[in-house]
């Protein structure tokens, strides 16, 4: 069970192997317009992308200040690549990580609440038995 949902799975049925084939039917699956209507639904999406936009800025600012529009736009272009890259990396592996910490302690808490609430009635049943027998 996760709390977090999953992504659509590609549907590799329609794959037939050849390239040529195959290339065209993936852009067909291509929608511009939902899938960015769908970004801020993407995990780690709305971060990296802020980061790289602010770093990209920042470094297209200062290279222009020192080499032409040209150079400052590769460069603010670059470093937004870059940095939403990485960003968006080490956001996912975060949350991976977060997740196999819960299933870990999900997997783990019925199996305590089992164990408990068997001693709690094998207590409580006792004790029954102990108050049910007449004292001498």
């Known amino acids: 069970m996760s709390l977090v949902p999953e992504p659509p799975k590609p549907n590799q049925e329609k794959l037939t192997g050849n390239l040529s084939q195959d290339l065209p039917n993936a852009f067909k699956q291509v929608n511009v317009v939902e899938d960015f209507k769908r970004l801020p639904e993407i995990p780690c999406a709305r971060n990296a992308l802020m980061y790289g936009i602010a770093s990209g800025s920042g470094i297209g600012?200062?290279?222009?200040?020192?080499?032409?529009?040209?150079?400052?736009?590769?460069?603010?272009?670059?470093?937004?690549?870059?940095?939403?890259?990485?960003?968006?990396?080490i956001c996912r592996r975060d949350r991976a990580k977060e997740n196999q910490t819960m299933q870990a302690i999900i997997q783990q808490y019925p199996e305590r609440h089992a164990r408990v609430a068997k001693e709690r009635a094998l207590a409580a049943k006792a004790a029954k038995e102990g108050s049910g027998t007449p004292s001498s």
Not at 69 to 84: E, Q
């Open 61 to 89: 600012c200062v290279r222009f200040m020192s080499a032409g529009p040209k150079r400052a736009a590769n460069w603010a272009v670059g470093t937004f690549v870059f940095v939403s890259s990485v960003a968006w990396t």
